[in-house]
């Protein structure tokens, strides 16, 4: 008996959330967390929108997953990506500076 796509996501996405919580609540910082907490964080729901399109599209560009792809230089993508990060914050800077004279 299978499944529908939606109805696997979320065991998927369950299966996540109480493996991170477990992470959580046997951590060693002492504390409990309430995860049975409803209250949402906008910026955190927005993020993970963002990825999930990114993800998407991702998909559509490379014809793979992350998780599938196991061909690409990942530690060369990631300094790549800082790289282009360091340049943006260098960018931001400047226009600091620029509206700061």
Same mark, same amino acid.
């Given at each position: 008996?299978?499944?529908?796509?939606?109805?696997?996501?979320?065991?998927?996405?369950?299966?996540?959330?109480?493996?991170?919580?477990?992470?959580?609540?046997?951590?060693?910082?002492?504390?409990?967390? #309430? /995860?049975d907490?409803?209250? *949402?964080?906008?910026?955190?729901?927005?993020?993970?929108?963002?990825?999930?399109?990114? =993800? @998407? +599209?991702?998909?559509?560009?490379?014809?793979?997953?992350?998780?599938?792809n196991?061909?690409? #230089? /990942?530690?060369?993508?990631? *300094?790549?990506?800082?790289?282009?990060?360091?340049?943006?914050?260098?960018?931001?800077? =400047? @226009? +600091?500076?620029?509206?700061?004279?």
């Open positions: 008996m299978g499944c529908s796509k939606k109805k696997f996501e979320d065991m998927q996405e369950e299966e996540a959330y109480e493996r991170q919580k477990a992470i959580f609540q046997n951590g060693n910082d002492g504390l409990h967390y #309430d /995860f907490y409803k209250k *949402k964080d906008a910026i955190v729901e927005n993020l993970k929108k963002e990825f999930d399109i990114r =993800s @998407k +599209i991702g998909i559509k560009k490379y014809n793979t997953t992350l998780e599938e196991n061909n690409d #230089d /990942f530690l060369q993508h990631l *300094k790549e990506e800082l790289m282009d990060a360091c340049l943006y914050i260098t960018k931001l800077q =400047s @226009k +600091i500076n620029k509206l700061n004279k």
